[in-house]
């Protein structure tokens, strides 16, 4: 693997046609570097991607059978695998066929990147069969991360993710009443992560616990803080998934409430409020949301990863639950806020 630093590809910036010089800003051919010219075939069925990384956000070291090239658009980043070396907006990253090679956002941002192959297919054109092994991934480790993609591939067509991202054609007042509904499911979180905390006890996973704690608490108010103060409306289904949620990190396992935790409330959040920062851009509760769901997701799966004391069928079955309790909680908020919103413009 090596990466081109965009300033040292050489670069024109005119050149002369019918005789005359014509002006053409900057521009940097890849062709013009030998390496580059040598990577990119001549004839090429082109996959093109794009590639977000959060900070702290890690694609883990893996392998494919195909070279790719990954270019940086914005923002930073750091490869791993058989070279670990900064990334910056510009660099070229090649990789030969079969190199170790993983990313991991860094700075503010993060980044984002093109990613390209040149034969066959993308390398996630399809996500069940993707063409890439992941190195010193644990083999239940990997089915766990299938599995909980396939959770949050659907979860992508829920009723509230569809309505937060069509928000602004929406009739008057769904925009608030989604909020209100929200903020009932926001403060009953807080609860949730903390009756967390308290099942754990003195176990080793009640660092990961205190942290995940430490780090979402009192994001509950910054909701508030957009909503004008307005009253909470109470609806039983919301309630009755907040306290299921409750009662298992009261009564379940250490890794059950570590899979619920988050897999399934860290991997929805992160797709809902992705859908939130453009919905609400001026919030800091979702732009917060944005840049930290991934992190907290990621923090499951190394616990997962350090623990032997889980079958893939348990965690399975903890997974299924916590999806399906999510996505009745969402579609019940996303009706409570149509049907709220319908009866006040009634009245």
Known sequence: ???IEREALEQITSVVVDGAVHDIGLLKDFHRNPTLAAFVPDLARLSISWVRLRPGEELSVHQHPTKSMII???GTGRTMGDATTDIRSGDIVVVPPGARHGFVGTGPTGFWALSIQFEGTGLYEDPDNARVSFVGDRADIATIRAENDKYMRAYEGNALVRLIRD???QPVGVRESLLDHLQGWSNAFQRIIAARVVGEGDSPARALAD???TEEVGHHRLLAAIRDGRDVPWDPVIAGVSSWFLDRMATGSSVERTVLAHLALEGSGMIFHAAGV???ASSEYF???DGADAEHLEMGYRELSERRDWTVE???AALRQGWQMMELLCDRIADRARSAA???HVH
Do not use: K, N
């Open 1 to 3: 693997m090596e990466v």
């Open 72 to 74: 940086v658009a914005e």
């Open 167 to 169: 928000i602004d054609a």
């Open 211 to 213: 942290e995940h704690l």
């Open 278 to 280: 453009h919905a609400f």
């Open 287 to 289: 732009r917060l949301h």
């Open 314 to 316: 348990q965690v399975s």
């Open 342 to 344: 319908l009866a006040d």
